[in-house]
């Protein structure tokens, strides 16, 4: 992360989701987004012909999924470190 004041108030904020949904709700809804991304990439391949378009799609799509995958990490992990 490079903002150290977002990264300091991370485990709180992901603390208060946990208490508001229980674990069964968060991963329903990590695996709705999942489906849900799955099928935004690929109408964005299918709908846009543009090769400009396409040349950052791959990089912006390891992004999306490098946040994903932290943030799923972050929502169902039974320990929060505040390191």
């Not at 299918?46 to 400009?52: A, G, I, M, S, V």
């Not at 799609?57 to 390191?83: H, I, N, V």
Request: net charge negative.
């Amino acid at each position: 992360m490079t903002r150290p004041e977002f990264a300091w108030e991370l485990p709180r904020f992901v603390a208060e989701v946990c208490d508001i949904f229980n674990l069964e709700k968060i991963r329903h809804y990590l695996e709705h987004l999942k489906r849900m991304v799955a099928i935004e990439d690929e109408q964005a391949v299918n709908e846009n012909d543009d090769d400009e378009f396409l040349s950052d799609y791959p990089d912006q799509l390891a992004a999306m999924r490098a946040r994903f995958a932290l943030l799923k990490e972050l929502l169902t992990s039974t320990l929060l470190g505040t390191g």
